[in-house]
């Protein structure tokens, strides 16, 4: 048996078994994206029509889970060559595609929520504890079990005005 012959064969079973642990679930599965659950809990001004909440929540068609940055500076407080340290970190914004229904509720929802941030009429802005929400992201495996959790606490806007 020639040297490639060798390492041809050596490759492909490290393939086969690679692709052995992924296949049917078995081992190492990935994460779906088009699998998640989203819970939207709204605040306190908001919170009263819960059926609408929870529509709002089902209605998210697409999302995406947030990221997070490390904010390095250089340290020139030591001794010898500066090197870069983490002074701290920066999460990206988390944006999610709702779709509305024909009379446009889960926008107005939306809106109403945005309503605590600004007001319209004297532009003056809302405390941050009257329109603090949070949403929860759950990505979901094969058999629709919850496997990790993202909480995000924020403002929900809407882009479409």
């Known amino acids: ?83 870069k340290i983490v002074q701290g970190e920066s999460f990206a914004e988390l944006t999610s595609l709702v779709r509305c229904s024909p009379n446009m509720e889960e926008k107005t929802f939306i809106e109403q929520w945005q309503n605590l941030m600004v007001n319209k009429q004297t532009f003056s ?5 009257e329109y603090i929400g949070t949403m929860q992201i759950f990505q979901l495996d094969r058999q629709d079990r919850r496997t990790i959790r993202y909480r995000s606490v924020g403002v929900l806007s809407c882009c479409n005005r």
């Open 1 to 83: 048996m020639s040297r490639n012959s060798l390492l041809d064969g050596f490759a492909y079973g490290v393939l086969n078994e690679l692709l052995g642990e992924t296949r049917d679930g078995v081992g190492g599965d990935y994460a779906r994206p088009s699998r998640y659950e989203v819970i939207i809990t709204p605040p306190a001004g908001l919170a009263g029509n819960t059926n609408l909440v929870r529509k709002v929540s089902m209605e998210v068609t697409q999302v995406s889970f947030p990221g997070f940055n490390l904010e390095i500076k250089e340290d020139t407080n030591t001794y010898g060559p500066v090197r």
């Open 125 to 129: 802005v809302g405390y941050y504890d």
